[in-house]
């Protein structure tokens, strides 16, 4: 929804802005995101280079053929598969109550002023406990097991979606709220027709950013104790000093995070095609 | 019939915004409603449409009291107020949610057709000018077939050929649908170029310090002798009420903020 259209913009009015050297503007275009590639790339080439003509034996930093090896391998027994379905489950259903709580909340407070004076400041100071310390108290109160694990990624999504929906109800535009009641919309129409579009683009802002936080705090979750899951292969990886299965693990993070964040864009770009427009403009 | 009797506004800031407004306007009449800023103008507009509640008197419309926004009664705001999540045919066809989907397509296009935007139906309001986004706005306000139609400088913010034009626009969708027109401005000549009487306020507390009659033949020549006469009624009792220091009825003097002269 965002990167590739503002690189297309910026391409375009980069173009249309000098005529005299379009060709230069063009390669410079391109060129940029692979200019940001050279180091990685570079660096992966070198350390198999390295490794393959025996100047390191790789053991604490395998090289790129040895994480891809043992990435191929762990997918093939099935087991990067049932370590990353825990894991998502996991984060599931920690997002889930992390948003439920959070989107009903932020929607209370920012809309009653009373609510807001009850709840925020106590949500507020919750907010500045950092959500790890919530850990041992977890553990006491559910257990080791699921529930804890949990429990803390909700907290983690919990409060980014909390203060996203507040903020967003609180600043919807008082004018268009006007025009809502000058066609004498219900409170549910005037919730349905004005409220919920206005507030949707940082909603969504608020769960991507959510998630984002989830998949952190599922990490932290696995490391206090887990028999499955990513995280478990992480700490895994350490106790048996396979870097390999670490960096593997680390990947498929990245590949899940970023396609989870990614299904959330995608799912709400048909409704925010009328912001879209605003930013290709 | 629109009926204003005694309207005074006092907000809860204790801000003694309107005093003692009474006047009529008759069904298909236009009124514009000038003076000096802060006198009240847009308030008064408020208490007619509905959205905010008078602390005296009473508006009447059709010998009903208005006390909350009325589906006889539209209102165009000095901003087009789009929502930017519709498109412009959804922007127009926002009042007719209830009906029918044809009906509503079918009057969407006739009112876009009106104002002379029938291409930009599917057009997101991001993507218009002020003036076509304000042209959408008195769409949306006369899709619902208003009895009224209050505007609130509703062409202040564009240029002076967009402005022309729009009252041109106006003038033509007035002839077509014979709504009761309030219009607010700041424009002398907007005022007498639409308007069958102007109404010249008075601010703190704003009140009605004149009612001019503007007893010209339609279309309006603003080169005429006419014209120019009801020009100059109208400017003087526009000076008499932004002087220095007012006398008020009472026979207190008040000076007048400088701000108070920015109209
Ligand atoms: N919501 C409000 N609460 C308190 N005071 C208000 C409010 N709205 C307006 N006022 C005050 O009421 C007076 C009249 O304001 P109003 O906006 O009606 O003036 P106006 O004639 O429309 O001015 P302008 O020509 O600048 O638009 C002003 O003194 C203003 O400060
Ligand atoms: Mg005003």
Redesign the interface.
């Known amino acids: 929804m965002s990167v590739v259209p503002m690189t297309a913009t910026a391409e375009q009015s980069a173009q249309s802005a000098t005529t005299r050297e379009p060709r230069l503007r063009r390669l410079n275009g391109l060129a940029r995101p692979a200019l940001g590639l050279i180091l990685p790339v570079g660096v992966a080439v070198l350390w198999e280079l390295a490794v393959r003509f025996g100047l390191s034996d790789g053991r604490l930093v395998p090289p790129p053929s040895v994480i891809f090896e043992t990435f191929a391998e762990l997918a093939r027994t099935g087991e990067l598969q049932r370590h990353a379905s825990t894991t998502l489950a996991r984060v599931a259903a920690g997002f889930g109550f992390g948003v439920a709580a959070g989107t009903v909340l932020g929607a209370i407070t920012g809309y009653s002023s009373l609510a807001s004076r009850l709840l925020d400041p106590t949500l507020q100071a919750l907010r500045a406990i950092p959500s790890i310390a919530w850990v041992p108290l977890f553990i006491l109160w559910l257990g080791i097991f699921e529930e804890s694990k949990v429990a803390l990624i909700a907290v983690g999504v919990f409060f980014p979606v909390y203060l996203g929906v507040m903020g967003a109800i609180h600043s919807v535009d008082r ?2 709220v ?2 809502g ?4 919309l219900s409170d549910a ?1 005037m919730v349905r ?2 409220l919920l ?2 507030v ?1 683009p940082s909603y969504v802002i608020a769960l991507r950013s959510g998630l984002g936080l989830g998949w952190m705090f599922v990490v932290a979750a696995e490391f206090m104790g887990a028999s499955e899951g990513l995280g478990f292969l992480l700490v895994d990886g350490q106790q048996l000093g396979k870097p390999a299965q670490i960096v593997a693990a680390i990947v498929a993070f990245a590949i899940i995070g970023k396609t989870t964040d990614w299904i959330i864009a995608a799912i709400a770009a048909p409704f925010l ?3 879209d ?2 930013r290709r ?1 | 019939m629109l009926v204003l009797d005694r309207v005074g506004k006092t907000y809860p800031n204790g801000v003694h915004a309107l005093e003692g407004i009474s006047f009529s306007v008759a069904p298909g009449e236009i009124v514009a409603i000038v003076g000096g800023s802060g006198c009240g103008k847009s308030t008064l507009l408020r208490l007619v449409s509905g959205l905010d509640h008078p602390t005296q008197g009473a508006v009447i419309l059709d010998e009903e009291r208005v006390t909350a926004p009325h589906e006889k009664i539209g209102i165009v705001f000095q901003e087009p107020r789009l929502l930017p999540w519709l498109t412009v045919a959804g922007n127009v066809g926002f009042g007719l949610a209830d009906r029918p989907k044809a009906e509503r397509e079918a009057r969407v296009a006739d009112a876009l057709d009106r104002v002379g935007l029938a291409d930009k139906a599917k057009v997101w309001p991001r993507e218009l000018s002020g003036g076509q986004a304000q042209r959408v706005a008195i769409a949306r306000a006369l899709v619902p077939r208003p009895e009224v139609l209050l505007l609130d400088e509703p062409f202040s913010a564009l240029d002076a050929f967009t402005r022309i034009d729009l009252q041109d626009h106006l003038l033509s969708l007035w002839a077509d649908l014979k709504p009761t027109l309030v219009i607010v401005t700041h424009d002398v000549e907007e005022a007498i170029v639409l308007a069958d009487r102007i109404i010249v306020m008075r601010p703190r507390p704003g009140r009605v310090f004149a009612e001019i009659e503007a007893d010209l033949a339609r279309p309006r020549d603003r080169q005429s002798a006419a014209f120019d006469s009801v020009k100059r009624r109208v400017l003087a009792a526009l000076d008499r009420s932004l002087d220095r220091s007012v006398v008020t009825d009472d026979g207190e003097t008040q000076a007048t903020a400088g701000a108070a002269l920015w109209w």
């Open positions: 004018k268009l006007e025009v009641r000058v066609f004498r129409a027709r004005i579009p206005a949707l095609r009328w912001e427009v605003v403009d």
